[in-house]
């Protein structure tokens, strides 16, 4: 590779609002944040997946690469893909499905040619001509169904999970004009994409080279909450609201307890009263009780 792998991030960094990614022009898109971890995924000559890394530069466990085993893509590539696992929706979509998939929005190398210092454009070009490739070469539906519509191996008659291995596991992401943002909010963050529903949108700029500045910024809607103080660690506090308690980040922030705040966040986890990304963005002296 032109570049070093741990040394690139093609993921979003930075915010944007809604209404500034419809006012962003023609040099931008907007493609779904869909709810997964982070994944660098790379295939092997005969386009076996052979690696499966995290952000950190860690591989993932047995457990989640075992569940991709014997999938195939486009060969000698690196992509960039959120991964369905370890988070709630993300485990749901797949449990539902039945299998878990990788959804592919950006890369490094496919099919062998090198594209990480290419524009954004042509990084998703060439990751849509390898799978419209793949697409055209078969169905990756390897089962055939009864009239009670079972899936049987078309070799052995055996009854199997009709399960796919080729590129139904391993999608490219849609994209839509910025302009459309109002469209691409409903159609993929309100309502379900195959995938399962969108946590938000990525703003991106379509000349902007790999981990470039500003090329992804993260859309999503944001919410707050005025909490109180109980505790100030390191980086973190942790605060109360409505009868709850939880942690929630503090970088930067000079707190004391007792202190009201006001938290953003980007909308609750489902089995807890825990705010998924948040932080501490100012504080509301108007809000705290006044000592007699």
């Known amino acids: 590779m032109s570049r070093a792998l741990d040394a690139l991030y093609a993921g979003a960094v930075g915010r944007a609002t809604l209404a500034l990614a419809a006012a962003a022009g023609r040099g931008f898109a ?42 195939t893509w486009a060969p000698d590539s690196i992509v960039i893909a959120e991964l369905e696992v370890w988070t709630e929706a993300a485990n749901r979509t797949a449990a539902c499905r039945g299998w878990r998939a990788l959804h592919l929005f950006d890369a490094l190398r496919v099919a062998g040619r090198d594209v990480s210092s290419e524009p954004y454009h042509a990084r998703r070009d060439a990751l849509l001509r390898a799978e419209s490739e793949l697409v055209n070469e078969d169905l990756d539906r390897p089962w055939t169904a009864d009239e009670h519509g079972l899936s049987h191996d078309p070799s ?9 291995m080729r590129w139904r596991r391993m999608r490219v992401v849609p994209q839509l004009p910025a302009a459309q943002a109002e469209l691409a909010w409903a159609e993929w963050v309100e309502q379900d994409l195959a995938g399962g529903p969108a946590e938000g949108l990525v703003l991106v700029a379509l000349e902007s080279r790999l981990g470039g500045r500003g090329a992804k910024r993260k859309v999503k809607a944001t919410r707050s909450i005025d909490a109180v103080v109980v505790s100030v660690g390191q980086g973190a506090a ?54 007699a």
């Open 30 to 71: 907007l493609v779904p944040k869909l709810d997964g971890c982070y994944c660098v995924a790379t295939t092997d000559s005969r386009g076996r997946l052979v690696h499966l890394v995290s952000r950190n530069g860690r591989a993932f466990p047995s457990s989640v690469a075992g569940e991709l085993a014997g999938v």
């Open 156 to 164: 052995s008659g055996r009854f199997v999970r009709p399960v796919p």
């Open 238 to 291: 942790r605060v109360t609201w409505a009868g709850h308690t939880f942690v929630v980040s503090a970088v930067g922030a000079q707190l004391e307890l007792g202190q009201v705040v006001e938290i953003q966040h980007d909308g609750w986890l489902e089995r807890s009263v825990q705010p998924r990304c948040a932080r501490i963005v100012r504080a509301r002296p108007d809000l705290e009780r006044r000592s």
